[in-house]
């Protein structure tokens, strides 16, 4: 009978243990998943590259929900276009590196002039194309001190978008010898242009981007 009892004591106490690690595992969970929700995603402070994204967030404020979202895809717009920007500046350093383009004084910057013009072109394309694919925080949105609502729209361009557009247009420089100061033939400036964007794939990438609690976009 004592044996018995010792066993049911046993048992109990076992079953007990094992809801009270449970009980806090799914108490740890929680407040894990809470702090997720409130801490700020990596792509808003840190636009560029994230393997096969290229990212950049917009910021907006105002009386109303849909006033603040509203601004921050046009805020996002303006970014991606900035971010853009960067990283076909440091495509076209990578080239110019490869390429060993120069001038009659030997500065790398005889290119320059073009890789402006498509910087510009690129650009203004996808900054009319741009849409957010992400807002943070999600809806509902809180007022802040100043009672107005303050949200973050997620710009987000394909990697593979850009370098096939990018490739176009300096495949054609290349080709119309539009590109001062490359003293290289296509073939050798082509090859110079995949050593470029390898290079470039390798030095800006900021490795996978981290899914944060927000609220998707609907089309």
């Known amino acids: 009978m004592k044996r018995y ?33 409130n801490s700020t995603p990596e792509w808003i ?35 991606i276009a900035a971010t ?20 009659e004084e030997g500065e790398s910057g005889a290119a320059q002039q073009y890789f402006s013009e498509i910087t510009t072109g690129m650009t203004k394309q996808y900054l009319e194309g741009s849409k957010a694919e992400e807002y943070w925080p999600g809806r509902p949105l ?19 978008v850009l370098i096939d557009e990018y490739k176009k247009q300096m495949a054609d420089g290349i080709a119309k ?4 100061g490359v003293k290289a033939s296509a073939e050798d400036a082509l090859g110079a242009l995949d050593k470029a964007i390898e290079k470039w794939e390798k030095t800006s990438n900021n490795g996978p981007i981290s899914s944060d609690e927000g609220e998707e976009a609907v089309e």
């Open 5 to 37: 009892l010792g066993q049911i004591l046993f048992y109990s106490f076992v079953a007990l243990l094992s809801f009270s690690l449970m009980s806090n595992d799914a108490m740890a969970q929680k407040k894990k998943k809470k702090k997720k929700k």
């Open 45 to 79: 402070n840190k636009p560029g590259l994230y393997e096969d994204v290229i990212v950049a967030a917009g910021v907006g404020e105002g009386t109303s929900e849909n006033i603040a979202i509203s601004r921050s895809e046009l805020d996002g717009r303006k970014q």
């Open 84 to 103: 853009l920007g960067t990283e076909i500046k440091s495509l076209s350093t990578n080239f110019m590196e490869e390429a060993s383009t120069t001038t």
């Open 142 to 160: 809180e007022k802040g001190t100043n009672g107005k609502y303050k949200v973050y729209a997620k710009m987000v361009l394909k990697k593979s």
């Open 177 to 180: 010898k539009k590109i001062a």
